[in-house]
Structures are given as structure tokens and as C-alpha cells.
């Protein structure tokens, strides 16, 4: 089985190029494939396994898209531009795992270095288990079953060595020919207006229901985030994303559970309303920069989100596939 690695990069050209030399070495691999849309261009090297592609569209979904268009292998591995290998050994292990005809695609855990992430605030009801259950189901935030991505992009606790039904968005492997089936493109409409979030998720939920996807034991990977990803612009930006995403993310769970419309606009709504109340309160209690920007976010995501109209439209997935077409030309 032929493996190519694909890897979106915008303004990060260092980070990319370091990536990049330590890829192209290992043998088992068939092309790198760089995406970039930034304009700090990466500056190829020249190997004959480096493949570059520059995009317009600053779209980290739509560049793994084109990525998928232009490799010929079999296994497609994802990484961010800021990733690191960390296990030598990562390429038999990822190739043991799709040995099994019934796994279509390997989340793959990274150790992650990310202090904007760290300092998002947790609640320390969460160490309790039945208030954590509780307070779920009072704030449309529920304690999903391990391995498992419910409506809002939210996702189980996860458990190496069983099903799953999601992907860490660093670092996952899949097999080409499970990828964009019953896909629905409009996501790449959220990230070319910088408001999409949790595509990962979403893609493996969608890749869930065509076979296995293995939940990897051990870290392959590091990921350090170096305070210039969309993560660490502020709170206010992160928060406004999350939370109109969600939307998004819900309707589209749905979606392909094949349920209502209905059902999708509570579950959502339910969800950024409390997500609003605890942020408020949260300022309230400790008014802070932090958690000022924090409600905020969150108010101005839903105040978003109502102008948001969900669709699965043949006319939306024409267009992302002719703007492949003509930008692979």
C-alpha cells in the first residue's frame, strides 16, 4: 500500500519546511504533499517525493481536499505543519492497523503543546461524575459515551484499542477511497469565512458510518503550537468560532443520522444559550479581560449563527470541485 502524507500550511513556512525534511527520508513514504495558501510562500526543496500545490482559499478543509485530489496512494496520513515525529517507527504501525479490511481510517494521538488551550477554563463540578452528567443534560452539553461524537461537536472520552467515532485533526490516517463520500462541502464555505471549527470531528463521524476507525495507542506525533495557529488569536475570535460552528456541526450529525431539522435547531440552541449563561456568569463572578472576551465570543457566535442557513446542496459541492479542478490544473 502506497502512503502519501498531506500537509496544509498558511504562514508557517519554518514550521512546514522542518516537517517536511523529516518526511521526506522515510522510505515507506510516497509524496509530501504540501498545500499553502499563505503569503509567506513555502520554498520547495526540490525532492522528488515533495509535491506543492498553492490555493487562494485560506481553508484548512479545502486544502486537505485538494491534497486527497492530487495523491495517487492508497493511505492518505494528515498532519498540521506544525507537527513533529516523535516515534520512528510511525509508518509499520500505522500500517498494521489498516490490514483489517474493515478499517477505513486511524485517529492518531499526539502529544500536545498548546498553553492558549491550557488556559481555557474548566469547572470543578466536572470532577464529579454524576453532577458532570447532570449538569450535561441541564446544558445541552452532555457526557457523551467514550469513543463517541453526538450533535455540537461533542465527543466522547477516548479509548485506544476500540471503535471510535471521531479524529484528532493534527495527525489521522484514512484510506483515499472512503474519503468525501456522502460529504458535505459547505464546511468549506464556514472556513473560507474564518468561521469553522471541529472539521476533524465531523469527517470521522461522517467516515464512522462506512467502516471501523481504529483509536491508536500510542502517541506518534507532537504538536506544538507555536501561538500563531487560529487558536491563539484571542478568546473573543476562538469563542465566536466554536460556538457558530456548532451549528453547523449539529445539523450535519444529524444529517447523516438521517433525523429532523427540528431536533438539530434545540439540541444547538439549547447548547449556545447555557454556553452563553455560564460565560456570563463566569465574568460575573471573576470579572476578568479574559473571561469578558470569553462571553463575548460566545454572544457573538449565536448572535451569528442565526443568519446561518444549513444546506446539503449538489450546487455547493460543484463549486468546491471545480475550484480543485482548475486550481490543480
Known amino acids: ?47 522528488i517525493k515533495e509535491v506543492l500545490i498553492r490555493s487562494k482559499h485560506k481553508n484548512q478543509p479545502y486544502q486537505r481536499y ?11 496520513l494528515y498532519l498540521d505543519d506544525d507537527m513533529e515525529i516523535i516515534e520512528r517507527d510511525w509508518y509499520s504501525i500505522i500500517k498494521k492497523y489498516f490490514t483489517d479490511n474493515q478499517v477505513v481510517a486511524i485517529n492518531i494521538p499526539f502529544k500536545n503543546v498548546n498553553s492558549f488551550l491550557d488556559e481555557l477554563p474548566s469547572s470543578a463540578w466536572n470532577k464529579t461524575p454524576w453532577i458532570k452528567k447532570l449538569k450535561g443534560y441541564l446544558t445541552g452539553y452532555p457526557v457523551a459515551k467514550p469513543n463517541s461524537y453526538i450533535y455540537c461537536g461533542i465527543r466522547g472520552a477516548r479509548i485506544a484499542n476500540q471503535p471510535i467515532a471521531f479524529l484528532s485533526g493534527g495527525s489521522f490516517a484514512v484510506k483515499k477511497e472512503a474519503m468525501y463520500i456522502n460529504f458535505n462541502f459547505q464546511l468549506f464555505d464556514l472556513y473560507e469565512k474564518r468561521m469553522g471549527k471541529g472539521e476533524d470531528g465531523i469527517l470521522g463521524y461522517s467516515l464512522s458510518k462506512l467502516g471501523h476507525i481504529g483509536a491508536l495507542d500510542k502517541q506518534l506525533f507532537l504538536h506544538n503550537d507555536f501561538k500563531d495557529s487560529s487558536y491563539s488569536v484571542n478568546h473573543f475570535e476562538f469563542n465566536k468560532k466554536v460556538l457558530f460552528s456548532r451549528k453547523y456541526l449539529t445539523f450535519e450529525y444529524y444529517r447523516l443520522l438521517k433525523n429532523s431539522t427540528g431536533l438539530s435547531n434545540f439540541r444547538f440552541n439549547h447548547y449556545a444559550i447555557f454556553r452563553i449563561i455560564a460565560s456570563a456568569l463566569a465574568y460575573i463572578i471573576s470579572p476578568n479581560d479574559k473571561n469578558k472576551l470569553l462571553f463575548k465570543g460566545n454572544k457573538e457566535g449565536f448572535s451569528l449563527s442565526k443568519k446561518f442557513r444549513f444546506k446539503f446542496d449538489t450546487n455547493i459541492n460543484n463549486y468546491w470541485q471545480a475550484e480543485a479542478t482548475n486550481e490543480l490544473k
Do not use: F, W
Open 66 to 76: 485538494l491534497g486527497y485530489r492530487k495523491s495517487q496512494a492508497d493511505l492518505l
Open 1 to 47: 500500500m502506497k502512503l502519501d502524507v498531506i500537509i496544509t500550511t498558511y504562514n508557517r513556512a519554518a514550521h512546514c519546511l522542518a516537517l517536511v525534511k523529516s518526511l521526506l527520508h522515510e522510505a515507506e513514504v510516497h509524496q509530501v504533499i504540501i498545500v499553502d495558501a499563505g503569503e509567506k510562500e513555502y520554498k520547495p526543496l526540490g525532492h
